[in-house]
């Protein structure tokens, strides 16, 4: 076992070990990226044979990755990729980047890992390292993956490596990117997590080693139960406001200005992305099979999961004012990627809030820079539609505009001045307008409203 750890060692920092990842998406590509940049041969596995394709033409389909550095890569032959695992055979290490939704129950879907597992078990070798990244619950490592390779003859620990370690990477920020966001690492043994820390401290600045595979699993649904269940709050925090007619986005930003034990959240139309609507719900079903009740995390996701609901019930009382219903309206949706600035859809509450608005009658269009076309199969009850563009001309064709994505490529000004009615849910508009409601907020010019409730 010594021996094995001692000539990955060697093979990692003289760059001599052959890196895999499995997965090449939002995580696996920018790391595969990093190993490259790294001097590691990085090459990717990946089922869909366009991204493959893609990534050995020197193209680069992930808006963080730049295609130059694809390009550069491949160039110097440190990055290639392919959908057959047989070349498992050849490589030293392998990071499991595939994806961990949940199912319409919200039970795990686990099928993703263990296909990538299987995938992977037909052709490990002794002295291989592999290393789980996928989002998952505690237990997934040494109660799923450890034996799937296991049943192969080689032991965890002895004859090959084996570590957890959760991905943070955060889409479209600008300043942390895989390569300056500490890295968490649990290994199965002390061996298993020294070889992964050798590995990630050859391209990621900071590692942070922990005692065991479950820690590692648990520290991820922690970071991401943590935002659930803060977003939660101040969900909370705005349907009150509503209320009590108080604008809950002055508030919020008054008290982050206390120095000390306060961290602002915001409120919005409802959770998205592929993290932070679906790890909560990995712990609490793991929670829930030792018999402990997550109270916690089902509240967040009630008080989430019903934000969409609020957002069409501000259409209409927007719609109200003008004596218009939703039932037959001309909505512009406007922003339908689940965050600013980038093209990820998954799991976006726009899709819920253009389902609802429809299931009401309105006539629904939406802008988004970012997302040329929504599919039929993404929003409820929905069809395949494109994107208008949100020029003046088209602003003022609307009943209503629903800003539920903040773009920054908006043109805000020309959307207060054109349209009608705006409900905006991100605070995108800062200032009060008699046309702008916003969620958890009085409406705009707030005096009429005042008048009444006086
Ligand atoms: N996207 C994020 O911001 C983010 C952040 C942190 C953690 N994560 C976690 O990382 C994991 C991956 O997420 P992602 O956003 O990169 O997903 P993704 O859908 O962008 O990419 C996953 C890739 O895996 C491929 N794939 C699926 N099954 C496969 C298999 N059996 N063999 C080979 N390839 C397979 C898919 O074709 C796809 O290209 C998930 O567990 C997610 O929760 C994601």
Not at 232 to 256: P, S, T, Y
Not at 411 to 425: F, K, N
Request: hydrophobic residues 40%; charged residues 20%.
């Amino acid at each position: 076992m010594a021996a094995l750890a001692e000539t990955l060692r060697d093979k990692i920092r003289s760059r001599r070990a052959r890196t895999g990842v499995v997965g090449l998406g939002y995580v696996g590509l920018p790391l595969a990226v990093e190993f490259g940049k790294a001097g590691f041969h990085a090459t990717g596995i990946d089922l869909d044979a366009r991204k493959v394709q893609a990534i050995n033409d020197g193209r680069s389909y992930i808006p963080d990755v730049p295609t130059a550095d694809v390009q550069a890569l491949g160039a110097k032959g440190l990055l290639d990729a392919t959908t057959d695992f047989s070349i498992v055979r050849d490589l030293d290490t392998i990071n499991i980047c595939v994806p961990t939704p949940l199912r319409k129950t919200k039970d795990p879907d686990m099928s993703y890992i263990v296909s990538a597992v299987e995938g992977i078990a037909k052709h490990l070798h002794p002295g291989m390292l592999i290393v789980l990244e996928s989002t998952t619950y505690p237990g997934t490592t040494d109660e799923v993956v450890q034996p799937m390779l296991e049943a192969t003859g080689l032991k965890a620990g002895q004859d090959f490596f084996l570590a957890f370690s959760p991905e943070r990477v955060d889409p479209g920020n600008p300043t942390f990117q895989t390569h300056n966001v500490p890295k968490v690492v649990g290994g199965y043994t002390t061996a298993c997590s020294q070889l992964a820390a050798e590995l990630y401290g050859s391209a990621i600045e900071t590692i942070v080693p922990v005692s065991s595979t479950r820690v590692a699993e648990m520290v991820k649904l922690l970071e991401n139960t943590f935002r659930a269940v803060n977003i939660g709050l101040v969900n909370e925090l705005a349907l009150m406001c509503d209320r009590m007619n108080i604008n809950v986005w002055e508030v919020v930003d008054a008290a982050k200005t206390k120095p000390f034990g306060f961290m602002a959240f915001y409120p919005g139309p409802g959770l998205g992305g592929h993290c932070i609507p679906i790890d909560p719900f990995y712990l609490s079903w793991k929670a829930k099979q030792t018999g402990f009740d997550p109270r916690f995390i089902e509240l967040a996701g009630h008080i989430n999961g019903g934000m969409p609901h609020y957002v069409v019930d501000k259409v209409s009382e927007a719609l109200n004012t003008r004596r218009k219903a939703v039932n037959g309206s001309n909505i512009l949706v406007a922003g339908v990627a689940y965050k600013r600035d980038i093209d990820d859809m998954r799991e976006s509450p726009a899709m819920d809030v253009m389902g609802l608005l429809l299931a009401r009658g309105a006539n629904i269009a939406y802008a988004d820079p970012w997302v040329p076309e929504v599919h039929a199969r993404e929003w409820s009850g929905g069809y395949d539609i494109k994107a208008v563009d949100m020029t003046r001309g088209n602003i003022a064709k609307y009943d209503c505009v629903v800003i539920v994505t903040d773009h920054k490529a908006f043109d805000y000004q020309a959307l207060v001045e054109e349209a009608d009615v705006i409900v905006d849910t991100r605070n995108a508009i800062k200032d009060p307008h008699p046309n702008v409601f916003k969620l958890g907020a009085p409406r705009g010019a707030s005096e009429d409203r005042k008048a009444v409730i006086v």
